[in-house]
């Protein structure tokens, strides 16, 4: 298994508990959660089960549907239910059979896509309560692991992580599953002899992000523009309605998650909740709050506060590589099979790849952090915005990437994507000492301000080069 060693050994570790264990593990969808659960206990369960997709049940009650899928787990597991299962409270009687008649020393149950077995009105987190505080925790054995998953984080959290019933504080540990580093990336291709250089898994990256089930769909022997064509822009090219799919399966009324991803999808910098009430046309209220922290768990956007600002000018930005992929090149477009190939080095990709590229710099602060040598320097990591004020001396400015230190130092970083070293010129430079005076002149920070560069390849020799403080590279974003 490529990465997640922490993961694993965290739920290895349950084996050798002497109390009950109750483990959620959470992350959006395609991120490999089923595969570490089963190759970490090496396919070895009491009780497994999945929840069906409410997409696929159609003539029936949603409730019942899942309720018959339960059974046949339990008959899969040697239980045979005599009757249809009527409610969860009598699958969990019959899940509490199977773990009565287990010789195992350990009886390890896991519970997959939990959130789509929560159907409307189904009854299921209260008879999961009453199975775990009533009946596994009271079991003199003491010898019950349970493990939780789903792809709809945010129901995760609410309903799990810090629900507020009876299954308030009852977890005993949780894995919130992230996306495969750059560094991890190339290790899963190394081990299915896929090669690429380190630049072409750059930009690979910045399409699929670190989703390992993207890149599972590569195929070793044909190029990166060969294999993007074939995932996205063939006929029944498996990646092409990936969008919908990703959505519908995570919200059970998608549409106005889709209008806010939508809005946030014009602007890279971000917007403001005013701004995406405007142009989502969602009115602004607690729904609207909740419905962003959703998109904020399941991993899709993040929140900031710009430097300097209150708590109340949060800026959502849209963070999912694949999802702006899909809005620059494949909504509402008309393309041919070969769609990548001959798109390479066009105007509209060279746009799209300074913000892809920033998106995956953001992704990979940690290793930013360990180039410039402070991975054990307390940082807080923002951006930062002015509007020109002629009265002040403030030009206006805009700052994708701040790093604030305890040590007193600022990084103030440009993140510049380039296929070769990057020419730093005079015009780079002034924008550059343009922007540390307007963020000095605007906040009054008596911190010391460094300059610092993001890229491909590094920087050509040139007498302006010598202005920049730091330069990161991508392979500094490797490691």
């Known amino acids: 298994m490529i990465g997640r060693a922490e993961e694993r050994m965290l739920l290895k570790s349950l084996l050798d508990e002497e109390e009950p264990q109750f483990v959620a593990v959470y992350g959006r969808r395609r991120i490999g959660k089923t595969y570490l659960v089963r190759e970490s206990f090496n396919h070895q369960f009491t009780f497994q089960h999945t929840g069906i997709s409410n997409l696929s049940v159609k003539n029936e009650s949603r409730r019942q549907a899942q309720l018959d899928k339960f059974k046949e787990s339990l008959e899969e597991a040697g239980y045979k239910c005599k009757e249809r299962l009527c409610s ?41 309560e009453s199975f775990w505080n009533g009946w ?15 792809s709809a984080t945010y129901w995760m959290m609410d309903n799990i992580v810090n629900g507020r019933g009876g299954l308030h504080n009852r977890l005993t540990g949780q894995i919130h599953l992230k996306p495969f580093t750059l560094h991890e990336c190339e290790e899963f291709l190394q081990s299915r002899n896929i090669i690429f250089s380190r630049h072409q898994i750059l930009q690979c990256y910045m399409i699929m992000g670190g989703v390992p089930y993207y890149w599972s769909l590569l195929k070793k022997g044909k190029s990166l523009p060969q294999n993007i064509d074939e995932l996205f822009f063939k006929d029944n090219a498996p990646l092409r309605n990936e969008y919908d799919n990703l959505y519908r399966a995570l919200f059970n009324k998608p549409e106005q998650y889709i209008k806010i991803v939508e809005a946030l999808a014009i602007k890279k910098k971000g917007l403001t909740q005013e701004e995406i009430s405007g142009i989502a046309k969602i009115a602004r209220s607690g729904d609207l709050s909740k419905k962003l922290s959703e998109l904020e768990n399941c991993g899709f956007i993040r929140v900031y506060v710009p430097f300097g600002y209150k708590q109340r000018n949060l800026v959502y930005q849209l963070m999912d590589n694949y999802t702006l992929f899909y809005h620059k090149f494949l909504k509402n477009k008309s393309y041919d099979e ?25 992704a990979h602060v940690a290793q930013i952090k360990a180039a410039l040598g402070i991975s054990g320097v307390y940082t807080e990591v923002s951006t930062w ?9 403030i030009f206006g400015s805009q700052i994708d990437l701040l790093i604030v230190r305890k040590d007193q130092v600022i990084n103030l970083c440009e993140m510049k994507y380039s296929e070769a070293d990057y020419i730093v010129n005079a015009q780079f430079v002034r924008d550059q000492k343009r922007k540390i005076s307007d963020f000095k002149l605007k906040t009054g920070t008596k ?18 080069a010598g202005e920049l403080q730091a330069v990161i590279t991508a392979e500094d974003l490797f490691r």
């Open 88 to 128: 969860w409270n009598e699958a969990f009687n019959c899940l509490k059979e199977v773990i009565t008649r287990s010789d195992e020393k350990k009886k390890v149950i896991f519970i997959d896509e939990l959130s789509w077995m929560d159907t409307r009105d189904s009854g299921l987190i209260a008879a999961l």
């Open 136 to 150: 596994a925790t009271a079991r003199k054995e003491k010898d019950i692991v349970l493990i939780v998953c789903a």
């Open 338 to 362: 070969k769609e990548w190939q001959n798109l390479s080095n066009t105007p509209v990709v060279n746009a799209w790849s300074g913000t892809a590229f920033e998106r995956v710099c953001l």
């Open 385 to 393: 915005q002015c509007l020109p004020d002629s009265d002040a001396g």
């Open 447 to 464: 911190y010391a301000i460094h300059s610092t560069l993001i890229t491909t390849y590094g920087v050509a020799k040139n007498p302006y």
